[in-house]
């Protein structure tokens, strides 16, 4: 009998187990797709934790991307107009090595930055950013996560002290009242969603809220759906907390014992009566304090919350926000309870705790605190004062580094950015006059490839061996089960081989991944990330394990897999208080005007990944969605005379697309959706970023794709204005 690998789904930060087996197995059929290609079998791990053997689409049929249009073998050329041609590893990494060296000479180290993704394996992470951080001496070193997580990130510091989620998925069936809010969980982490909708189902006095400006799926599951307009999310955050702070549902020893910051608190919530609550939020006052009046009566709430708070201008403070009733309720460090961030990658929060962002050190450190660039130096071998003091260029700043000519080189993996970032046409740009693009990718072609001059194959899940961890801080062992395709390397050998031409052979001696492993969690020792106690051979042996984990920890049955942060109420923080934000409502960076009335948003589809590099290539999900699409109310299409199926062109003050109208009164009046999934290889003018803006966090750096101001032609209404033709229009 072969016995299956168990491994990690790559997809979303859920983090479901799965098992894999072999095509060809004795006494079966060969496993094939529908185009008759042999494929590995997965199924859903039920010793798995986290998800005990369930599985969504896109976990169940990830074995049918995994050799479709990869590439293979290392390829270069000088200047974006010419064609690639193949070259040898060595060619490769020589020529990287001796750009990097002229630059390190002429411009400095900050010249070079490098962009990566929560699509990591921690070991990816660490050893990306011992070559950056470390090694170069700059922090340009972020990651798509900027895009994803940056706000929880931020949020979850100030307020509480520290990053890491504090809850479990236990949690999902030990609450009282869920309150979701800019989250579609039910498409987008839908393992995570069915545990706590069975757990609702279940149990009749459960209630479930949702704040969304679209009646997702998971609104549909709600007891209470709250519709509010985008933007609005601290206005009803703030109003709930009026209303408990009136009715005087405060726990007022939590408050007193465990915080700090009430006083400034409650003379902003003053601000923020119901009727005009309500009236900014587009929701009845009834609404209003039927949501408030769950909070204050249900014993557990647990919120969960993913890029409707996070990619905002002002996603920290509505973080911050939604913690703040948390902790006038109490309702955190117990079981059922807490504010708890699900994270979008399958590995942002490796990256969290390798340092993968420009203002982090591995073990949730920070660059600009120099107790913490010591303990990393030392146990670096660096000499004093190696690692930069300030934070490196975050995702949106490498592109303006680009812009002006300071970034003289662009490495990027594991990421999109041609199709992900915000203001294409502005992006798009910037990658133009990139004077050396390094990108390395498991697929060929994608988007970004268009702008690169050195293209490195990487081996993807399955093709190396490296840890990832889950929304609920599970660390998980990802086995290579299969050989990468042609040349293909993992993304830590590829740096760990630069790192070695560049002189710095001593800090990359590792001959295996579980080598870097066991460097990093040294890194981990004693912070609240503790995860000294892993290592690849203990989670092989042992199966997944919860940080934190600390060295000769030993397993606990008990709490083996419901491990809490905060259980005691004392928070990383210099008292050991939390910290309530006191923050007005801002409202969105560009609100809609007469000329851009409408509010975009936008997000994901359950079938579809992101840029579609892997789903996009699986028939049965490419043929569920022929072509992009943009949801508009009824009421506005009459207005604007479009029917239903029709094409649209969408207009904002950067760029345009096209989209076949589909009418649904699942999303508010005033307000438009569409798909982000859709780059140029995949349709014509359909990219939701040629429409986006970068206007950001000023706390987080996390830019506000969720909303821009645009305007809607019906294809037959902009001809007859005379205004530029449909087709090829857009850039
Ligand atoms: N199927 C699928 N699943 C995925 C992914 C995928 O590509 N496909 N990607 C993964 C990743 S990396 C991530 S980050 C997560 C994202 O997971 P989600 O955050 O759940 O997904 P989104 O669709 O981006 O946005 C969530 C919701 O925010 C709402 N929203 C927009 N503006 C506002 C606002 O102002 N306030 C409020 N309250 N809500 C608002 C949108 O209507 C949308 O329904 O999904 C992960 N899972
Ligand atoms: N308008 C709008 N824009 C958005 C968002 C939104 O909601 N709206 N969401 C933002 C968010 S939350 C996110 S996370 C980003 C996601 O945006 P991207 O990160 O650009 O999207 P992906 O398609 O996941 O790109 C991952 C790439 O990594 C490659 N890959 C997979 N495995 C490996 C590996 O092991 N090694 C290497 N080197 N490559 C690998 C894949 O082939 C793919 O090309 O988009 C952001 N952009
Ligand atoms: S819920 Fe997320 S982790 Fe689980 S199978 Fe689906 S995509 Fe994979
Ligand atoms: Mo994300």
Known sequence: MTSPTKTLCPYC???????????????????????????????????????????????????????????????????????????SWDDALDRIASEFRQILATDGPDAIALYGSGQFQTEDYYIAQKLMKGCLGTNNFDANSRLCMSSAVAGYVKSLGSDGPPCCYADLEETDCAFLIGTNAAECHPIAFNRLRVHHKKNRSVKLIVVDPRKTATAD????????????????????????????????????????????????????????????????????????????????????????????????????????????????????????????????MGGREAGGLAHLLPGYRLVTNPQHRREVEEYWNLSPGQINPRPGLAAWDMMLGLEAGTVKALWVAATNPAVSMPDLDRTHAAL?????????????????????????????????????????????????????????????????????????????????????????VYLTKSRICDMAGLSQERLRREGPLQWPCAEGETDDPETRHAKRLYTDFRFPTEDGRAKFGAYHARGLAEPPDPD????????????????????????????????????????????????????VIVVSKRGRGKFRAKLTRAIAPGTVFVPMHWGFLWADDAEANALTHPESCPESLQPELKACAVQVFSVESERGTGKSEVVGCVT
């Open 13 to 87: 930060g859920v983090g479901c187990g799965l098992e894999v087996l072999p095509p060809a197995l004795p006494g079966k059929a060969t496993h094939r797709d529908d185009r008759g290609v042999p494929i590995w079998r997965v199924r859903g791990d039920r010793s798995h934790p986290s998800s005990l053997g369930k599985v969504c689409v896109k976990g169940a049929t990830i074995a049918e991307a995994l050799d479709k249009d990869r590439l293979r073998y290392p390829m270069m050329r000088n200047s974006l107009e010419e064609p690639f041609q193949r070259v």
């Open 221 to 348: 599951a709600a007891d209470l759906y709250l519709a509010i307009r985008p933007g609005t999310d601290i206005d009803l955050l703030n109003g709930i907390a009026h209303l408990l702070l009136r009715w005087g549902q405060l726990d007022t020893l939590f408050i007193d014992e465990c915080t700090r910051g009430f006083p400034e608190f409650t003379d902003v919530v003053r601000h923020y009566p119901p009727d005009l609550v309500a009236q900014r939020c587009g929701i009845s006052q009834e609404e209003l304090e039927t949501a408030a009046r769950l909070w204050a009566q249900s014993k557990r709430v647990l919120s969960l919350w993913s890029m409707g708070l996070n990619q905002s201008s002002e996603g920290t403070a509505k973080v911050r926000s939604l913690i703040n009733l948390h902790l006038m309720t109490g309702n955190i460090g117990k079981p059922g309870t807490g504010p708890f961030s699900l994270t979008g990658q399958p590995n942002a």
């Open 432 to 520: 133009r006059r990139s004077p050396l693009t390094i990108y390395q990718d498991a697929y060929y072609p994608t988007e970004t490839a268009e702008f690169a001059h050195i293209l490195l194959p990487a081996a993807q899940w399955g093709e190396k061996t490296g840890v990832m961890t889950n929304s609920e801080r599970m660390v998980t062992l990802c086995p290579q089960f299969r050989d990468p395709p042609g040349e293909a390397r993992a993304d830590w050998e590829i740096f760990a081989e630069v790192g070695r031409r560049l002189g710095f052979e001593a800090s990359f001696e590792f001959r295996s991944s579980a080598e870097v492993y066991r460097e990093f």
């Open 596 to 647: 851009y009335p409408f509010v975009l948003t936008t997000g994901r589809l359950y079938e579809h990944w992101h840029t579609q590099t892997r789903t996009g290539r699986i028939d049965k999900i490419a043929k569920k969605y022929p072509d992009p699409f943009i949801e508009i109310h009824p009421r506005d299409a009459r207005e604007l005379t479009v029917i239903d199926g029709e094409w």
